[in-house]
T-cell receptor
Framework: KAGVTQTPRYLIKTRGQQVTLSCSPISGHRSVSWYQQTPGQGLQFLFEYFSETQRNKGNFPGRFSGRQFSNSRSEMNVSTLELGDSALYLC?????????FGPGTRLTVL | QKEVEQNSGPLSVPEGAIASLNCTYSDRGSQSFFWYRQYSGKSPELIMSIYSNGDKEDGRFTAQLNKASQYVSLLIRDSQPSDSATYLCAVNPLGAGSYQLTFGKGTKLSVIP
């Protein structure tokens, strides 16, 4: 069974730009969650989608947004990038309670 | 503020020894608890989940949960150099129907050959 896939794997952007990251969950999983990982803050929850609906949102500014499509694939968008947005962005999919992470997208903001 | 606390380490153990990793959480209503292993430069990998008080064993790994003390632990028996990684404790504070996880900062484990 294929795991969670994320694209792109690496991304370099400049301040003020926007970026869209993509996540394809494990087949049959309907929940997709997004996390940001930085050395200083660790893993922090961004938001969770289930059947195209956002169920929970973490404590991040409105520049961070996401959506889920009918095939459970999800995208997250960050607008007006700041240097502090440099991080590993992780997507996780769930069938029941356990979450399985994808390889992540490493975003560098210059 | 729902928090999950772990000792950052590093925790160094000799090969073949038992490594003991600990985690406390603040939200008494938490229902689901997980341990992830993360190698440097990689994403977290789920190694154990536990939902009720007591012990749960899977191979060389044993997870222990004590909800009254708000404490979760992971024991790794017969530690191997390949176990050297950062171990993340994660808690679902919202219960069934939500998959939002709160993570600790992780404990870095080093197994010395």
């Amino acid at each position: 069974k294929a795991g969670v896939t994320q694209t792109p794997r690496y991304l370099i952007k400049t301040r003020g730009q926007q970026v869209t990251l993509s996540c394809s969950p494990i087949s049959g999983h309907r929940s997709v969650s997004w996390y940001q990982q930085t050395p200083g803050q660790g893993l922090q929850f961004l938001f969770e989608y289930f059947s195209e609906t956002q169920r929970n949102k973490g404590n991040f500014p409105g520049r961070f947004s996401g959506r889920q499509f009918s095939n459970s694939r999800s995208e997250m968008n960050v607008s007006t990038l700041e240097l502090g947005d440099s991080a590993l962005y992780l997507c996780a999919s769930s069938l029941v309670r356990e979450q399985f992470f994808g390889p992540g997208t490493r975003l560098t903001v210059l | 503020q729902k928090e999950v606390e772990q000792n950052s380490g590093p925790l160094s153990v000799p090969e073949g020894a038992i490594a003991s990793l600990n985690c406390t959480y603040s939200d008494r209503g938490s229902q689901s608890f997980f341990w992830y292993r993360q190698y440097s430069g990689k994403s977290p990998e789920l190694i154990m989940s536990i939902y009720s008080n007591g012990d749960k064993e899977d191979g060389r790994f044993t997870a222990q949960l004590n909800k009254a003390s708000q404490y979760v632990s992971l024991l790794i028996r017969d530690s191997q150099p390949s176990d050297s990684a950062t171990y993340l404790c994660a808690v679902n504070p919202l219960g069934a129907g939500s998959y939002q996880l709160t993570f600790g900062k992780g404990t870095k484990l080093s197994v010395i050959p």
